[in-house]
């Protein structure tokens, strides 16, 4: 036994091996060292677990831990199962972080994309969501978030073309141009050479060549009451009425702010730090092909263009596929 700086060690070598430990391990080490030491030292293992906070049959376990590992036995032991029967097979598992690599596409999505394979070549298994979420997070490509749900009040446009929401956003110091409608939420998107205004208008009437009922804006210069392009463009296109949101108020256009979340997620997945238009707009195509065919959206229960149009491409796994490269992986 060993005293020292008011501590009691049993050994003079666990003096250097206690000071690599965490707290909770010294801890235990010295509370143990009182019911191993001689008397008048030495205490009761009771009176020890409750310095602990712990029951006198923890105490114990740790004490026959120490005995059989030394300070080792008193760390936290990892109480993750030594054998995973149930584990989702490896083939599946490498299947998921390929097409993550591949897109950069959140759990459901993925999940869209392996069912439809599966389907395709009779394999017969289904993969949940959950289950892909959860390899991703066991392979460390996504971190769990914990996400406080709050009660918002929504407002629909349901008729198709009843209400087209507008704005612009950047990637990489690229302004982009996107487009929403609020009731199926069919998008469009497309990489401007600039942000000036008859550049936004001409990028507006290139995206949807159609008119439509109302159009929803912020109160950015490009969309301003006081800009002429805009008032020029609404003339022609938009058949009743311009929306401007209320100013400090974003959840106006909380659809089409998920949208182009979206959008740069996949990006920044594809592209990096990479400026090219020509390469932007590219992804861009892609992933607004995915979003509006393969992407099936729970608040519309169905997709943004069969909602709209009345028929998607029956033809979008094999054209997503083929653009993502991932005929080796998926069935097509």
Request: charged share 35%.
């Amino acid at each position: 036994m060993v005293l020292h700086r008011g501590n009691i060690y049993l050994a003079k070598e666990h003096i250097k091996a206690l000071k690599q430990e965490t707290p909770d391990v010294k801890k235990r080490y010295f509370a143990i060292a009182k019911t191993l030491s001689p008397d008048p030292i030495r205490i009761t293992r009771q009176k020890a677990a409750d310095q602990l906070g712990k029951c006198k049959r923890q105490l114990q376990r740790w004490i026959k831990r120490f005995k059989g590992e030394g300070i080792r036995g008193l760390r936290n032991r990892s109480r993750r199962p030594k054998t995973s029967p149930n584990r989702t097979p490896k083939k599946i598992e490498d299947q998921v972080k390929e097409i993550r690599k591949a897109s950069g596409f959140g759990p459901k999505d993925i999940a869209v994309l392996m069912n439809e394979s599966y389907r395709r070549d009779g394999t017969g298994v289904t993969i949940w969501a959950s289950t892909v979420y959860n390899i991703l997070v066991r392979h460390g490509v996504i971190e769990r978030e914990r996400r406080e749900k709050e009660d918002l009040r929504f407002f629909d446009w349901l008729r198709p073309n009843r209400l087209i929401q507008s704005d612009l956003t950047m990637f990489n110091g690229v302004p982009i141009l996107t487009m929403e409608d609020d009731g199926t939420r069919k998008g469009w998107g497309l990489a401007l050479r600039n942000q000036k205004d008859k550049t936004v208008i001409r990028g507006m009437k290139k995206l949807i060549k159609i008119k439509y009922d109302n159009l929803l804006t912020d109160n950015g210069s490009q969309f301003s009451r006081l800009n002429a392009e805009i008032r020029k463009y609404c003339e022609e296109f938009v058949r009743e009425k311009h929306i401007w949101t209320s100013v400090h108020h974003p959840r106006t256009m909380g659809k089409l702010s998920a949208f182009q979340k979206a959008l740069k997620r996949f990006l920044r997945h594809k592209l990096g730090r990479s400026r090219s238009r020509k390469e932007i707009n590219h992804w861009i195509k892609v992933f607004v092909y995915w979003y509006n065919h393969g992407k099936y959206h729970s608040a519309i229960q169905g997709y943004p263009e069969e909602k709209y149009s009345g028929k998607r491409d029956e033809n979008w796994y094999e054209n997503i596929i083929k653009d993502l490269k991932l005929e080796n992986v998926l069935s097509v």
